[in-house]
């Protein structure tokens, strides 16, 4: 199994920043893409930015110019560099990998962590 733990949440005033991190760990995995997602009350997961091993980047419209993903490969890390913060930026944000383990692809899953953007 691979697991995925995110941290960096917590709670901002409008205008503010906040940078995520998620690491993996496990055994005989290799990461492909890893990305953000988030899931405010009442609505579904959506992506937020996606980043490939080769550093190739894909924004959601709503967070272009304001987010920036990037990501770690010798630790297997993926950052999510949040600025010029919104309420409507208030959700769980989690982490998602798409990797291979011991030649099997599947996609993993953090438990997510709270950002709150307070006017």
């Known amino acids: 199994q691979v697991q995925l733990v995110e941290s960096g949440g917590g709670l901002v005033q409008a205008g503010g920043s906040l940078r995520l991190s998620c690491a993996a760990s496990?055994?005989?995995?290799?990461?492909?893409?890893m990305g953000w997602y988030r899931q405010a009350p009442g609505k579904q997961r959506d992506l937020v930015a996606t980043?490939?091993?080769?550093?190739?980047?894909n924004y959601a419209d709503s967070v272009k110019g304001r987010f920036t993903i990037s990501r770690d490969n010798a630790k297997n890390s993926v950052y999510l560099q949040m600025n010029s913060l919104k309420p409507e930026d208030t959700a769980v944000y989690y982490c998602?990998?798409?990797?291979?383990?011991?030649?099997?692809?599947?996609?993993?899953w953090g438990q997510g962590t709270q950002v709150t953007v307070s006017s």
């Open positions: 998602n990998a798409n990797a291979e383990r011991f030649l099997r692809p599947n996609d993993y």
């Open positions: 496990g055994r005989g995995f290799s990461i492909n893409t």
């Open positions: 980043i490939t091993r080769s550093g190739s980047t």
